[in-house]
T-cell receptor, first 111, second 115 residues
Framework: GENVEQHPSTLSVQEGDSAVIKCTYS??????FPWYKQELGKGPQLIID?????GEKKDQRIAVTLNKTAKHFSLHITETQPEDSAVYFC??????????FGAGTRLTVKP | DAGVIQSPRHEVTEMGQEVTLRCKPI?????LFWYRQTMMRGLELLIY????????DSGMPEDRFSAKMPNASFSTLKIQPSEPRDSAVYFC?????????????FGPGTRLLVL
């Protein structure tokens, strides 16, 4: 089955700096890659997603890139703010039958 | 819309007791998912319903776990008997359409502690 690895497990940046979180997946048939943000005491919330027919997608300060050949995808957050502090999860899905999550990255943005 | 509603938010029980977790998905959503989150294993899919029918329950740990969706607006996850290793946060999520490639909206979770 699909295996998703996520790095780093923790990331600390200064407010205003950029943050990058990387994930790799094992199943080349995976074609949907969402990113979730989980704040303390809450459920995960989708922040951006990308499908395998697209190499990059951007939404304001958040962008995701996908390299299908290397089977990795990354989340980029620019101009980080303290409210970006949370745990971020990547995931990979193929078809309608499965979705696997990475282990999560705890991002801390220091003011 | 109120979003996905889960109850209870917190549950503390003793080993061997029956636990029932409840979920109300977002109105109009056709798919419902139950997940378990622990420090050791991360976020794991337990079971997935589409149009009230269980599609994939391969993530259900063992026979002690069961899930039902009697109608489009209600689902339960039951653990009987509960064990300390079942302690985790259990999330319910719903989405439009079928499968995993639509946006999933997660509830706030139920934090379960089995003593």
């Amino acid at each position: 089955g699909e295996n998703v690895e996520q790095h780093p497990s923790t990331l600390s940046v200064q407010e205003g700096d950029s943050a990058v979180i990387k994930c790799t997946y094992s199943d080349s048939a995976s074609n949907y890659f969402p990113w979730y943000k989980q704040e303390l005491g809450k459920g995960p919330q989708l922040i951006i997603d990308i499908r395998s027919n697209v190499g990059e997608k951007k939404d304001q300060r958040i962008a995701v890139t996908l390299n299908k050949t290397a089977k990795h995808f990354s989340l980029h957050i620019t101009e980080t703010q303290p409210e970006d502090s949370a745990v971020y999860f990547c995931a990979a899905s193929k078809g309608n039958n499965d979705m696997r999550f990475g282990a999560g990255t705890r991002l801390t943005v220091k003011p | 819309d109120a979003g996905v509603i889960q109850s209870p938010r917190h549950e503390v029980t003793e080993m061997g007791q029956e636990v029932t977790l409840r979920c109300k998905p977002i109105s109009g959503h056709n798919s419902l998912f139950w997940y378990r989150q622990t420090m050791m294993r991360g976020l794991e899919l337990l079971i997935y319903f589409n149009n009230n029918v269980p599609i994939d329950d391969s993530g259900m740990p063992e026979d002690r776990f069961s899930a039902k969706m009697p109608n489009a607006s209600f689902s339960t996850l039951k653990i009987q008997p509960s064990e300390p290793r079942d302690s985790a946060v259990y999330f319910c999520a719903s989405s439009r359409g079928q499968g995993f490639q639509e946006t999933q909206y997660f509830g706030p979770g139920t934090r379960l502690l089995v003593l």
